[in-house]
């Protein structure tokens, strides 16, 4: 239980890590070499548009998978 609540925290930890390393590289004034050197790690617009698919999909599954037992 130990393991598996250290891989999630670990996941968690990373995650908030690597957004707030993207929030502060970026900035919508950065020109020149500075916007050059300092790319993201993660491509934000990409993985929200992942994350809703995901959460779309799982709606849709759930729906499906409730109406076969109530059947």
């Known amino acids: 239980m130990r393991a598996f609540f250290g891989m999630i925290l670990g ?5 908030v890590g690597v957004y707030i390393y993207d929030s502060m590289s970026t900035s ?18 990409v993985a929200a548009n992942e994350w809703e698919a995901l959460k779309t999909r799982t709606k ?9 037992v109530k059947s």
Do not use: F, P
């Open 11 to 15: 996941a968690l930890i990373l995650g």
């Open 60 to 68: 849709q599954d759930w729906a499906k998978l409730t109406s076969q």
């Open 28 to 45: 919508s004034v950065a020109n020149g070499q500075t916007a050059q050197e300092r790319r993201t790690i993660v491509n934000w617009d």
